[in-house]
């Protein structure tokens, strides 16, 4: 067997075509920049993206059914509560994926004057270009220095009888 071909079933349930099916459609990734970016409130977000109201309603009661944003109230009055839409965990742990996206347009896409919003490092005030790192020896991570390993989810496919079946 091809090595290449050792995981080849992997497409079968694999995280990122999970991931992609919650997070992967356009809407939706911008409603997340936005919320890192600290927007919060229904109105901020539609006005900001100019999305409209029932797209951004039906993304965000999904980002929230799936837990990467709770749905917190605030303020309001006696006639009706507001609510603000707050990054859980679970959303967080997806900036590094946006920070990624944002990096690869202001490189491949950016006009001559270069990126539209940088990222300042609030610990030492510079401007940073995050990078993916192997957390064992600090080596930067690129698409030729990894490769895919079965993990604990691996499932082996079924080995096919005699007669093909």
């Not at 936005?34 to 919060?40: D, H, I, K, L, Y």
């Not at 006005?47 to 990467?68: C, F, Q, W």
């Not at 202001?106 to 004057?113: I, M, R």
Request: proline content about 8%.
């Amino acid at each position: 067997m091809a090595d290449t071909d050792r995981l080849a079933h992997r497409f079968d349930g694999d995280s990122v075509s999970r991931a992609l099916d919650l997070v992967g459609e356009r809407w939706t990734m911008l409603i997340l920049r936005e919320a890192f970016f600290g927007v919060r409130r229904y109105g901020q977000f539609a006005s900001n993206l100019g999305i409209p109201r029932p797209t951004l309603s039906s993304r965000l009661a999904k980002l929230v059914e799936y837990g990467l944003l709770d749905r917190v109230p605030y303020g309001g009055g006696p006639v009706r509560q507001d609510f603000e839409y707050r990054l859980t965990a679970a959303g967080r742990d997806l900036f590094p994926a946006i920070v990624v996206l944002m990096r690869w347009g202001d490189t491949h896409l950016a006009g001559p004057q270069g990126a539209p919003i940088v990222l300042t490092h609030e610990s030492c005030g510079n401007l940073t270009q995050p990078r993916l790192t192997c957390e064992h020896c600090g080596e930067e991570i690129t698409a030729y220095n990894v490769h895919p390993d079965p993990g604990p989810s691996f499932v082996n496919p079924s080995p096919l009888t005699r007669d093909g079946a």
